[in-house]
């Protein structure tokens, strides 16, 4: 089987406030053999946000993300749930009516780019659905050097990649909203079941509600903490925002001792293809990762 | 005791357009129901609401639809009530705020529905029950400081004075499961039909005909209750209803052959004709042997534009999808006559008020009779909100009129008494409530439906009463107060099958085909012998049958063809 | 007929403290609902089971329940998916039970009945749900745009049944927010062309610190709504419509933050996260001028987080600590954003999918159909083909559009 090559999204904030997460996803791709090709032209996805404000913009926005992808030939991948929510939904708009995407293509015209529907099978996946469904559970598998035997993690998905069913390829892939247990599995670890494991980290209202935001953030933590997790693994640098940079803020709220580490995706699978915590950044997250680490050392007893 | 001038009871549209126009007259008003309001059947009424609106159409026209519709029993001076009132109805809704469809001009839109000479029907998508019921439920929360609702009581019985006058009711709160005597100076009856007398029927569980037995109980006659309509598409396995709209927007009804059968019986109109001539042609199609294996003939929806189906149909698209595994959209539905409504009820005039001074019936409880012996579609929503108008009115005028005194506390116990029997009751003393209940409905599906015949219906009016005699040791299980759902259903089943008693009695007599009523023995129409309502009035032996007239008033009875 | 095992969340108050489960097994044909398994268990084994139900039809709205943890409708569910879905539950495969609970979010009165009065209901009425024109009606009808009618179709689709306030995460947070059934009515006579009160409907619900901006946006209210009113889309058409047709300022900061997200794209391309936080708060020369008490608590809310980023390193470079240093896309293609926006703002077409549908595809004579059909999301999965072929290979092709509509029946006089 030949080698995966991607056009690759890897939005705004794991180049922002989340860095580790974009220089993981390069350890990470480099390991398995997946070359990804960087749309540095692309634009923010929009998070949901602008389509409140302006639906077609955020449709246009997108559009435009989409077919510098496909100018390259490839399909694309991108390493956050709210990518994958908010450009799924535009996705959706823009192949159910051709006059509408004829619209919408215009305003590419300039560019001299156009979004063509299901060009070539073309599509757009998070990187938990690539793992999955195009490289492979039994490959990631044969990659794995330090199986994390005794670690305990809870998955946290993000609801933009698993929400709306009728809209995140349910059809077609009817365990989208099970993947991150079976990769914490192949990568020899424990998934841990607790409430919040599909709920929301709040962050969409994080300035404007923050009572609500971090009640949400604090209350899944907790769960988690409760269940026995060692940490969270989520696919979305914004769950990791709430989740990991606002954890002592959302234990004030919450009235909670916390102190979860949360890693991101691709920072797990690297762990478990033998690169050291310090290589993946784990030393910039809030909530302190040390417990992982020793977890992994194998010192701490349960 | 908590006291009315105007007691509803039942919050469906008749309860509901009761309540409100009681309340335009400045009087006390309550409405009950025995689930919340919107859970009311008329949610279910798919398809659209006739009125003669349109420039070019006249309720003349309209009223001879719907007299013809009836196969002639129906009483004229009331369909002509009903069909000149009916415009001013739409714009009323209108103007609350129903999201009626519009034409390209932005005025109120209308679609082609069965049994009409021109396209009179206004709709709301496939949800236009369901729409114009929220509107006025709307309503009924921006007036509720003139109208007190009590949401979620069971009404199980009547309560009159020692004058014959109807003075309140008994009511149960389904939360706690208290009884309560509520005094009104009267009451409206807008509960409902019965069809869950049959089974399968497209009526939902709560249509278990309360309203038509405690009138019944009190002395109110009954009317036409041998006329049951069954409506022409239902989903086989569980009797949903595919909207007769999917015909009005062109589909077309198939056999296993794949012919265009309707061709043989109703060459002009095809698809369109009346309800009972369509059910009958699809129950004769599958009896003869040209349905399929399941006992269905299949609905071609695929023929109506994509765009259309999306626009007008989406309710069917997803009954399809979600109940009958099917895309509409691309492949025929199966689909057979199911148990749809009850033309007959309690006997009223044209105001609402049954031959009980301060009882009144409104809507599907009611016969007036509007529907004679066949219902058109779109019809029955429009008789809910004119006569639920009309009873609500005329109720609110004689409340300035009248005093009566309170109703007596001694049935209250005898309410409670009877209530406490039926829990204590020996489970091993009789068969469940849920047991007797299928049997019935088993038992009238199959002998008194489509096609009926003396010996069958002899047979289910047996069961029937060999039914009645067993049910005061039929049993239940829950023996709290707090929303104790077997007790409900056990005084169901009582109302339900004096019903079924009622409308044996009727059909037996009947010796004639008319409208929904086909019997085999007898099948032709006799206007000499027949052309009358047979009421039925209750005595301890039974119903006991009388005739009343049919009212004429311009349409001589014709032959009746599609 | 096939057995399945419901695992019912029971709450019986005059007979036992607390909530407890319950197994049932039942005999159903698999294409019949959990309702009809729920009713067989009362009508044949336990008439103490409680569960609200009339229509078992997906149209009175009644039988709002969880199963297997997703808030939805019992007589929707077919009882063959819903073993299905119990059997994927993480942890273990197979055999597993099917999880019936009440709707969440609502106390619980009895087994699977919950009180919607004090949640539901009340909060439905508290957005004022009925029409209020302006003056006397017409003589005739209100004329109105059809598209307007066919628009609120979709909130007025609404059943009330409870699946998206059971759902609702913001509420699970915030007991106090005003919901999604709430809000979607709210929709229903803001896009209503009658209704005279359309700024103030929007202005009180966006002045309510519980009100549009509280919504946590998660689409678990779109996934439970047996009607398709995607509560959560009328809700962000509710934001659209304070915030860019009516100037609404809310007092949750949301607007600001609407504007200040979409500014920045517009000048970086990428999202500048420092000065979003400060213009989501303090926007403008006039926002920071003059902030609000708001304003100047979140702002100094937000230093300790961002104390902690600079620590351990997240917040290093000056892009990131210093709002407004982010860099623009390279090359020209900030240039080309720009001009996306320009088109963008000018037009503003809101496609509603609810509304249109989605088009068939056909596919070319020599192709074999497409199996998905106007299936949605991905498109098709095959990655293998793609390192091959290049953009020549022909693809789909392009939707045919769908035929002209019939023409009113009142304008063809009858059929």
Redesign the interface.
Known sequence: MSDLKLAYWPGCVSRGFTPELHGSMALVADRLGIELLELDRANCCGAGVIAEHNQELADTLNARTFALAQSTGLAMMNICSTCQGAQSECQQRLDADSAYRAHINDALADEGLEYTKAKDGWTNKNLLWVLVEDYGLDRLKEKVTRPLTELRVGPFYGCYVIRPKHRIGYEEHPDRDLYLESVIETLGGQPVEYDGARKCCGFPVITMNRDTSLRQAGTHIADALDAGADCLVTPCPLCHLNLDMQQPEAAKVTGRDLGLAVLHLPQLVALALGFEPKELGMGKHIASTEWVESRLAGGVPA | MPKHDVLVIGAGLAGQRAALAAAEEGVSVGIVSK??P????S??AQGGINAAL?EGDSWESHAFDTVKGSDYLGDQDAIEIMCREAPEEI?HL????V??????????????FGG????RTYY??D?TG??IM??LY??L??FSAQISRY?EYFTSSLVLDDDGRCVGAMLRSV?DGSMELFEAKNVILATGGNGQIWQPTTN???CTGDGIAMAYRVGAPLMDMEMIQYHPTTLA??G??ITEGAR???AHLLNAQGERFMERYAPNKME?ASRDVVSRAEQTEINEGRGFDDGTVALDITV?????I??AL??IV??GR??A?VDITREPIRIKPGNHYTMGGVKTDVDGATTIPGLYAAGEVACVSVHGGNRLGANSLLDTLIFGRRAGKHAATRAKQIDVGRPSESKLADEERGIAELVGRNPDGGR?V??LR?ELGETMDRFVAVFRDEAGIQTALERVKSLQEEYPKAH???R???????VL?AIELGFMLDGAECTCVAALHRTESRGAQYRTDFPERNDDEWLKHIDLTRTDEGPEVSYSPVTVTQWQPTERTY | MPEYTLKVRRY????REGPYWQEFTVDL?P??SVLDGLLQV???Q???L?V???????????CGTKINGQSTLAC?T?ISEAQDGANRRPGDHGGNPIVVEPMGNMPV??DL?TD??STHWEKV?RVT???L?EGD?PE???????ES??D??QS?????CGACVSACLSMEADPEFVGPAALAKAYRFVG?P??SQTKERLYDLAQDPHGIYDCTHCFSCVDACP??VAPMDQIMRLRRLASHDHDIDDVNNGRRHELAFTKIIERKGTLDESLLLQESYAQGVVGKLMPTSGAIKGLIGSLPTAIRGIRTGKMRSLGKLIPGVHPKLPGDAQQHVKRVYSHSEEHREELNLY???EE?VVPEPDEAPDPLGSAVGGGRQHMDKVTEGGSETAGQSEATP?????P????????
């Open positions: 689930v919340h919107v859970r009311s059947h949610n279910a349109q714009l209108e103007h609350l705020g999201t009626f469809h519009r034409n390209a001009e932005g005025r109120l839109g209308t679609r082609a009409a000479s021109q396209a709301v998508a949800i369901q729409a929220h509107v709307e309503q929360m921006k949401e939360a939902a569980l709560i396995k569980k949903f209803l009005g927007e062109g369109l109506v534009p994509r765009k259309r999306h626009e989406r309710e997803l009954v979600d109940f595994g469940r849920s047991v299928r239940i299980d829950d709290g107060t707090v929303f104790n759902q077997d259903g | 019986q108050p005059e007979t044909d294409d019949l009362r009508d044949s336990d008439g103490t409680v609200r139900c009339s229509c078992k039809a997906a149209i009175c709205g009644s929707k077919q009165v009895k009945v919607m009065e009425r749900p009925w029409l024109p009606p005739r009808e209100y004329v109105v745009p059809p009618m066919i609120v179709t007025m689709a609404c059943i009330q209503d009658r209704d009607k398709g509304i249109t549908g068939e769908v035929a002209d509509i019939e009113e029946p009142d304008e063809e006089g009858g059929r």
